[in-house]
């Protein structure tokens, strides 16, 4: 049991502080990042604009399916809206991965960096909104950040870092479950890619209270952050050993 906890704890300070020579160096603590941005997107678009999600596909195919059953409290537009928002997002990530050089650096930097432009317009819709969310703007809100989730999705899956998906759990629990009597790979950072969506969601639900501009606004922020930090370690060598495909 100890040898277990040390192995976990190992694990979890390697994800958050990666050793020199990783295979994929910088790239873990900021994949967490964006998965607590993940948690942040949709508690805004679960709680303010109409029980429909723009990261998590699983649910919001489901909540389509309820909506169209005729269950109250559920939208079928909205939904079909996250969906092809999300959808041309991820259409749209994997075009710009696969145009660019195979440097996976410079590459969720780029990302990031678009990401911000999609929140910063939803941002702005929420501001011109003064908060209050009708037609006029939920929609806009729901494609905007649809297609920031979308792309997100696309280029984290291209660089392939294991148990870092920063959208889906579903397997990373599984492999938690399902490994817990073996010796499980990674156990830390699955716990930690765990903790990032709660910690995410908790946020931006706490966010929520004094407004959506605010829990964007943090978003926002938690993106030009990650995509300075990108940039500049990118740049801090020609080739970096992690930046190969």
């Not at 990042?33 to 990261?55: C, K, N, P, Q």
């Not at 050089?101 to 969720?108: C, D, S, T, V």
């Not at 500049?232 to 190969?244: D, F, I």
Request: without cysteine; aromatic residues 4%; glycine residues 12%.
């Amino acid at each position: 049991m100890r040898t277990r906890t040390r192995e976990l704890l190992a694990d979890a300070a390697h994800t958050l502080v990666p050793p020199k020579g990783d295979r994929h160096g910088p790239l873990p603590p900021l994949m967490l990042g964006l998965t607590v941005v993940t948690g942040l997107v949709d508690a805004v678009s679960y709680l303010a604009l109409g029980h429909v999600f723009v990261a998590n596909m699983t649910g919001n195919v489901v909540f389509l399916g309820f909506a169209l059953a005729g269950a109250q409290g559920l939208s079928a537009p909205a939904s079909a809206s996250a969906l092809a928002a999300f959808l041309a997002g991820a259409a749209a990530g994997g075009r710009f991965g696969t145009g660019r050089p195979a440097h996976r650096g410079r590459l969720l930097a780029a990302t990031t960096a678009l990401q911000a432009l999609l929140v910063a317009g939803a941002l702005g819709v929420a501001l011109a909104a003064h908060d209050r969310v009708g037609a006029a703007a939920q929609y806009p809100l729901i494609v905007l950040l649809g297609l920031a989730m979308g792309l997100q999705n696309a280029v984290v899956r291209r660089l392939g870092v294991p148990d870092l998906t920063t959208t889906v759990l579903t397997m990373t629990l599984t492999g938690l479950a399902a490994d817990s009597a073996a010796a499980a790979p990674r156990p830390g950072r699955r716990i930690l890619s765990v903790l990032a969506m709660f910690l995410g969601a908790l946020v931006g639900a706490a966010l929520l209270r004094t407004g959506i501009p605010l829990a964007l606004g943090v978003t926002l922020a938690l993106l030009v952050t990650a995509a300075v930090v990108l940039w500049r370690l990118s740049a801090s060598a020609s080739t970096p050993h992690w930046a190969a495909q």
